[in-house]
C-alpha cells in the first residue's frame, strides 16, 4: 500500500458497529415506552421467521489487559457470579413479559469480560434459565469468548453441552515483551491445549484473535505469531488494529508510553504481512479485519452475500432483533438502539427490580435507516448501490463529491447508481464510509473518541 495514501487518509474515525454511531444518538428522543414498542415491533416482525440473538455480556476478569477498550470489572472474587447471573435473568424476564409468543432463539454469544471467568454451573444456569422461556430457531449458532488461561475442558464440556459451537480464543501476540506490556501473558502451550480441547469436545468453528499495533510490537514477532497461529489451524481469524484511546478508557491504556506503539506506517505494514501469510495459509479476508476458512460458515456467509455487522461485529446472518443482556450491553431493534446500565451495581438494582435497564438509545429516523443500509452494505459487501427511490435521500451526491478524491486515488469505483470498493482499497472502508454519515458531517464531534481509521 502506497504510504502517502495512509498518511492522507489515516484519520480518527467510526469504526461503524452501528449507523448512527454512539456519539450522534439522540437520547431524549426515545423514552422506555418508545423502546419497549420498538422491540414488541421488531419481534411481531419476525420472531417466526427468523429469529432473536441475544448478547449476554458477562464483564468480570481477574486482571486487566492494558490493551483493552471492553467494558469490564477486575475482581478476583468469584461470589460475584451468582447475584449477576440472578440479575440477567431477571433483565430476560422483564424482556418475556413483552412478547407474546415463545422466543425463537437464533443466535447467543457471550461476551466480556471474560465469559470463562464464571463457572460451569452458573454459565449452564443462564443459558438454561434463558432456553426454559424459549425454542431454537433452525440453524441456531451459539458462540462465546474465552481466555486461553482460565478456560478448562470443563467449560468446553459444559457450553457444548448447551448447544454451542463456536468459540473465540483471545491471542492478541505471543512475544513475551508484548505480553507483559499490555498485562496478558500466556503461553503458545496454553493456547495449543484449549485449541485442542475445542476441536475433541466436537466444537465446528474455532477462531483466535489476534491485534497489530501493539506496544513494543515488531514485524519479526506479528510474523513469529501468525506462524504459530497456523500451526493450531484456526477456522477463523480477526485482525484487530489496536486502539488507542487512553482518554477515554481511563488508566488501563496508560500502562505503556505512547512512544512504544508502532509508527503508523510501521503498523499497517503488520497489517499488510500478516493479510499476506493468512492468504497464503488458505484464509480468505471478510469484511474489514475477519479472515475464515472456506469451510467455515462466515465464509459461506460473504460468499451468499448475507454477512452482517452489529456490536459484536462480523456475523453469519442478522436477525431483525438482537436483545443485549448485562451490564453495558447495546440491543438494536432496527428501529432503535438502547444501551444499559454501565456500572454493576447500577444494572443489578434495576434489572432485580424487574425493570428493563436502558439508560440511554437512540430511535432512527427513516433517514438513519436508509444510511445505516448503505454503511452496512459497504462494510460487508464492499459495494452499494441506490437505483431504487428506497435507497436515495437528498444528499447523496453531497455525499458522492466528498468521495471524488478518493476515487482519483483509486480507493473507490463511483458508477451511475452504485459504488464499489476494490480489493485493494479495503483497508480504506472505514473512510469511504464517513462519507455517508450524514450526521458526521453535520457535526463534527471531538475526534479524540475515535480511533484512527488505518
Not at 460475584?80 to 422466543?103: H, K, Q, T
Not at 440511554?360 to 462494510?379: A, F, K, P, S, Y
Request: glycine share 6%; net charge negative.
Amino acid at each position: 500500500m502506497q504510504s502517502h495514501l495512509i498518511q492522507k487518509y489515516n484519520i480518527p474515525g467510526p469504526r461503524y458497529t452501528s449507523y448512527p454511531t454512539v456519539p450522534y444518538w439522540d437520547d431524549g428522543a426515545i423514552s422506555s415506552d418508545g423502546w419497549k414498542e420498538s422491540v414488541v415491533q421488531a419481534f411481531s416482525e419476525s420472531n417466526t421467521t427468523e429469529g432473536i440473538s441475544l448478547y449476554i455480556h458477562l464483564p468480570f476478569c481477574e486482571s486487566l489487559c492494558t490493551f483493552c477498550g471492553c467494558h469490564k470489572r477486575i475482581t478476583k472474587r468469584h461470589d460475584v457470579e451468582a447475584p449477576y447471573i440472578d440479575a440477567v435473568l431477571n433483565e430476560w424476564r422483564s424482556y418475556r413479559a413483552l412478547f407474546s409468543e415463545p422466543p425463537r432463539i437464533k443466535e447467543i454469544h457471550l461476551g466480556g469480560g471474560t465469559p470463562t471467568f464464571f463457572s460451569p454451573d452458573q454459565l449452564k444456569r443462564s443459558i438454561n434459565g434463558i432456553m426454559s422461556q424459549a425454542e431454537l430457531a433452525e440453524d441456531y449458532e451459539f458462540s462465546f469468548e474465552a481466555h486461553p488461561n482460565n478456560t478448562t475442558l470443563e467449560h468446553l464440556k459444559a457450553l457444548y453441552e448447551l448447544g454451542f459451537r463456536r468459540c473465540s480464543f483471545g491471542v492478541q501476540d505471543y512475544d513475551p515483551v508484548v505480553q507483559k506490556s499490555i498485562n496478558r501473558i500466556q503461553s503458545f502451550e496454553q493456547v495449543r491445549q484449549v485449541t485442542d480441547w475445542a476441536r475433541e469436545t466436537g466444537y465446528t468453528s474455532i477462531s483466535h484473535d489476534l491485534v497489530f499495533g501493539l506496544p513494543h510490537q515488531t514485524l519479526e514477532n506479528v510474523v513469529d505469531t501468525i506462524n504459530k497461529t497456523n500451526e493450531l489451524i484456526p477456522d477463523r481469524l480477526a485482525f484487530y488494529s489496536y486502539a488507542h484511546v487512553p482518554w477515554i478508557k481511563g488508566t488501563g491504556q496508560r500502562g505503556f508510553s505512547e512512544a512504544d506503539l508502532p509508527a503508523n506506517e510501521v503498523k499497517r505494514g503488520l497489517y499488510e504481512t500478516g493479510k499476506k501469510m493468512f492468504s497464503e495459509f488458505g484464509y480468505e479476508e471478510i469484511g474489514m479485519d475477519h479472515f475464515a476458512q472456506k469451510s467455515d460458515s462466515l465464509f459461506d456467509s460473504m460468499k451468499n452475500r448475507k454477512l452482517h455487522r452489529n456490536f459484536m461485529g462480523y456475523t453469519a446472518s442478522k436477525t431483525h432483533l438482537m436483545i443485549g443482556l448485562g451490564m453495558s450491553s447495546i440491543s438494536d431493534s432496527w428501529y432503535a438502539f438502547a444501551q444499559n446500565e454501565k456500572t454493576v451495581a447500577e444494572y443489578e438494582a434495576r434489572a432485580n427490580r424487574g425493570e428493563l435497564t436502558v439508560f440511554r438509545g437512540h430511535l432512527l429516523t427513516d433517514e438513519d435507516r436508509i444510511i445505516r443500509q448503505h454503511i452496512l452494505n459497504i462494510m460487508c459487501l464492499f459495494e452499494t448501490s441506490w437505483d431504487k427511490a428506497e435507497n436515495q435521500f437528498p444528499e447523496l451526491n453531497d455525499c458522492l463529491q466528498k468521495l471524488e478524491e478518493m476515487e482519483a486515488d483509486g480507493l473507490v469505483k463511483i458508477g451511475k447508481n452504485e459504488l464499489t470498493v476494490p480489493e485493494h482499497a479495503r483497508p480504506f472502508v472505514r473512510n469511504i464510509c464517513m462519507a455517508f454519515d450524514l450526521r458526521l458531517l453535520r457535526k463534527a464531534p471531538d475526534t479524540r473518541i475515535f480511533s484512527m481509521t488505518i
